[in-house]
């Protein structure tokens, strides 16, 4: 028979033990878990982050970083913080909402806790408005609960069918709490090449007035898209009560890429891949781009969205 005293203290090890293992800080370092209450983005990473790794980009950069931060280092915000970004492909929206999904949560667009919608594969049919907009609504509501800093991203905003994303609108509103959950620490991204036309003229507008691309401001950009975008049939955003209600934070432009850009994009990927950095590689895949004004070949009308594949063939040199 076992002593009394061997008892006790068996029973205290296996207790301590198991407060141990339980503590948030050991079992979180094995098990994915929400952000705690409070914690904030570490700004100098978001940062540097944005700086080594988006290009051609200042306005979406500076308004990003700033509304991001703001919004992490509220304790109490009045409603979800929610961005539209758009531009053509290629630019770097999906690159930044990546970003950003990282610095939420650590493991990026793996996280349970990011969730990720593309339009053409989440909601096909157009016969089905009413059900997508049920499943979305239950979709949102039982993340949210599970973890409040949920990162939700629509991807292929343009793609979408009128109506399907007025579902989620009670969920950004000024609402302190919708049917008992709190979506006020979510963060809600769009991504849209709708707007993109818009965009680009402006650019070309401010090279041919012989203006520097960093000169051009939010302000420059923000109300055209608005009022293009809300008034685009061919958006998913058409008419919806998310704009009409102002409750996206910020309409974010997305520059077309020079070609001083896309060989910053074919130098990160070269070192992505564990090369030493070769100009004349550089300027081969950089030719190889397609440009326009066809004229003046100032923006690559595919951003940096082919780098990858055309560097390949290089990968023999």
Request: with cysteine.
């Amino acid at each position: 028979a076992l002593e009394p005293l061997s008892v006790g203290l068996a029973i205290g090890v296996a207790s301590a033990l198991t407060g141990y293992l339980s503590h948030p800080r050991f079992y979180c370092s094995y098990v994915e878990c929400c952000p705690r209450a409070g914690q904030r983005l570490n700004a100098t990473a978001l940062k540097a982050q944005l700086d080594n790794r988006l290009f051609g980009q200042h306005l979406a950069k500076d308004v990003v970083l700033k509304a991001v931060l703001g919004f992490s280092n509220n304790p109490s915000p009045k409603k979800p913080l929610m961005l539209s970004l758009h531009g053509w492909a290629g630019t770097g929206k999906n690159f930044l909402s990546q970003i950003l999904a990282e610095q939420v949560h650590p493991a990026g667009l793996r996280s349970k806790f990011v969730h990720l919608f593309l339009a053409t594969l989440h909601f096909p049919h157009h016969d089905q408005v009413k059900l997508y907009k049920e499943q979305l609504q239950n979709w949102i509501r039982g993340n949210v609960s599970a973890c409040p800093s949920s990162v939700f991203i629509f991807d292929e905003m343009d793609k979408m069918h009128p109506g399907v994303i007025d579902a989620i609108k009670p969920f950004l509103d000024y609402y302190e709490e919708v049917d008992g959950v709190s979506y006020r620490k979510a963060i809600f991204i769009f991504l849209s090449n709708a707007g993109g036309d818009l965009i680009n003229k402006a650019a070309l507008d401010f090279w041919s007035s012989g203006k520097r691309r960093e000169d051009i401001q939010l302000k420059d950009l923000e109300p055209l898209l608005s009022v293009g975008v809300f008034n685009n049939k061919n958006s998913g955003l058409w008419h919806s009560s998310i704009i009409d209600r102002n409750l996206i934070d910020y309409f974010v432009p997305f520059l077309p890429l020079e070609q001083r850009h896309v060989k910053m994009c074919v130098r990160a990927e070269m070192t992505a891949r564990g090369y030493a950095v070769d100009e004349e590689i550089v300027q081969a895949v950089a030719d190889e781009m397609t440009y326009f004004p066809k004229d003046q070949k100032i923006y690559s009308d595919k951003g940096c969205k082919t780098v990858q594949a055309k560097l390949d063939i290089h990968e023999d040199l």
